[in-house]
């Protein structure tokens, strides 16, 4: 018994407490909430209370019938899918690129303080960073303090539909590559170091060590990141910050960009009191994102055979 199941439990009873407390708060936030879902095939009203979405008439498919209808559909699906993969494309490489420079920074203090700057911005809210870009954006903003200088017009870059994806792009890699850029680096410093000494006694120079050993040492590392930001494809990408970055930057002059998935449902359900229907397109992103990590991990296992599951 003092080497069995429950022995070893007893022994690691205060680690065991810490995840049974993430347990239980995936249990509460994550999953009981997963009940709700059956509201999207329910006429639901908020006036019955909870447990009225079990009592409410059952619909069936109407609500998403009604949200593939909406002629915000195309649009919304365009926004959201663009905005992701832009973010993707851009956000996702630049982690890596920045590890493996760091990781061929000779000078300890140069490179702790490189790491330091690129990933306080992480921990930066979005309201915050929103505040900065009123600052420096803005009509009457530095930035545009600093165009009128050279004679030019003032721009528009908070309220043009056309700067909307950019600013997206640009802010979500200040804000997050630093923090994504130490999980490379920890992959990076689990390479065995006999591999590069190899490499040194072969004559191999810089570029080569990072193409036949840095890049395949990471290649696990990689993938799985690679798998975990397609399945949030359709929240962001490896950041996930769609909604934060939609709502916050969102305006009317350009809505026709700025509104995604996730700000629409928002607008439908808290502000127009139409919950089932905001449920239905939440589940319809949701079933998105779950067949995204299974057919992107499908993908990764049959090209380099390596995978999350």
């Not at 804000?175 to 990076?188: M, N, R, S, Y």
């Not at 607008?267 to 239905?280: I, P």
Request: proline share 3%; with cysteine.
């Amino acid at each position: 018994m003092k080497n069995g199941f429950f022995g070893t439990m007893w022994k690691q009873r205060y680690l065991q407490m810490f995840v049974l407390i993430g347990m239980a708060y995936l249990l509460v936030f994550n999953y009981l909430p997963m009940f709700g879902i059956i509201i999207a095939f329910k006429e639901y009203k908020i006036s019955t209370g909870i447990l009225g979405m079990f009592t409410s008439p059952f619909v069936g498919l109407k609500h998403f019938i009604e949200f593939f209808g909406d002629y915000k559909f195309a649009e919304l699906l365009r926004n959201t899918l663009t905005l992701s993969l832009f973010k993707l494309f851009f956000s996702f490489p630049m982690p890596i690129f920045l590890a493996l420079i760091l990781n061929e920074v000779r000078a300890p203090k140069v490179k702790r303080t490189v790491q330091t700057v690129s990933y306080l911005p992480y921990f930066i809210s979005w309201i915050i960073v929103a505040g900065f870009c009123q600052i420096i954006l803005s009509n009457n903003g530095i930035l545009n303090d600093v165009v009128s200088l050279f004679g030019a017009e003032r721009m528009q870059f908070l309220s043009g539909a056309q700067y909307f994806l950019p600013i997206a792009v640009i802010t979500a890699l200040w804000k997050e590559t630093g923090w994504w850029t130490i999980i490379f680096l920890a992959a990076i410093t689990s390479i065995d170091l006999a591999l590069y000494e190899a490499a040194d006694i072969d004559g191999a120079t810089r570029l080569q060590k990072i193409g036949f050993i840095t890049l395949p040492g990471i290649r696990p590392t990689v993938t799985v990141v690679l798998i975990l930001a397609l399945g949030n494809l359709m929240g962001g990408g490896l950041s996930g910050s769609n909604f934060e970055q939609s709502y916050l930057f969102g305006n009317a002059a350009n809505l026709s960009t700025s509104q995604i998935l996730q700000t629409y449902v928002l607008q439908v359900g808290l502000s127009q009191g139409r919950y089932s229907f905001a449920s239905a397109a939440g589940l319809f992103q949701s079933f998105i994102s779950v067949t995204m990590v299974f057919l992107s991990n499908f993908v990764a296992k049959k090209v380099s055979g390596e995978g999350l599951f």
